[in-house]
């Protein structure tokens, strides 16, 4: 019963780097979304998908880009990664639309950019 | 978009003592959750409550869409109720629910 699994659990990068987040769920779930935590903050909504094929942008997308080709994989791609990146990035899914929403999150991956 | 603030942002406990802490949102929801954050980052679900009256254990909350507000209620508090405890709404619109907005988080710290 894995949830939502997210893979690397920490990462250190050089500015101009680039590199791939992974996420992947195992409950079916339609909706999948990519968010952001800074020290001392609540979460952010960076990108997220409604379903296979469909993605669109959240509050703060800026320097990344995703792609939802299966229902159960949403990875979040660093282009060229920036020292402004560090952050915990997390992973969530939920049924989509008026249904039972509820979001589960993966245990997050610890990014820094030096 | 909507606003969401918690408070208050600390709470320093004495192991046994209760507590209330109280989120309010800014618009109509379709979606509610409580989520604690523990001291190794990881986020658990605790209550998905877009209205009425919930418990889990020593754990409850209370959303009252109407009045726009929802509070989660610890008794009995052990020090493993320590973290950042984050209230997330998500709208009404067609699919909004599912795109939750945090509000800053209740920092609390259980002492024994």
């Known amino acids: 019963n894995a949830g939502v699994t997210q893979t690397p659990k920490f990462q250190v990068l050089k500015t101009g780097q680039s590199m791939t987040l992974q996420c992947a769920q195992d409950?079916?779930?339609?909706?999948m979304s990519w968010y952001r935590q800074d020290p001392g903050m609540g979460l952010r909504l960076i990108h997220y998908s409604v379903g296979a094929g469909i993605t669109d942008q959240g509050e703060v997308p800026n320097g990344y880009n995703v792609s939802r080709s299966t229902t159960e994989d949403f990875p979040l791609r660093l282009l060229s990664a920036a020292p402004s990146q560090t952050s915990v990035y997390f992973c969530a899914s939920s049924y989509s639309g008026r249904v039972r929403t509820e979001a589960f999150f993966g245990q997050g991956t610890r990014l820094t950019v030096v | 978009g909507i606003q969401v603030e918690q408070s208050p942002p600390d709470l320093i406990l004495q192991e046994g003592a209760n507590s209330t802490l109280r989120c309010n949102f800014s618009?109509?929801?379709?979606?509610l959750q409580w989520f604690h954050q523990n001291p190794w980052g990881q986020l658990i679900n605790l209550f998905y409550?877009?209205?009425g009256t919930k418990q889990n254990g020593r754990l409850s909350a209370t959303t009252v869409a109407t009045e726009r507000y929802s509070l989660l209620y610890i008794s009995s508090s052990q020090t493993t109720d320590s973290g950042v405890y984050f209230c997330?709404?998500?709208?009404?619109?067609?699919?909004?629910?599912?795109?939750?907005?945090f509000g800053g988080g209740t920092r609390v710290l259980v002492k024994p």
């Open positions: 997330a709404v998500g709208g009404v619109i067609k699919a909004a629910g599912n795109k939750l907005t």
């Open positions: 618009d109509s929801v379709n979606n």
């Open positions: 409950m079916n779930h339609e909706y």
């Open positions: 409550i877009p209205s």
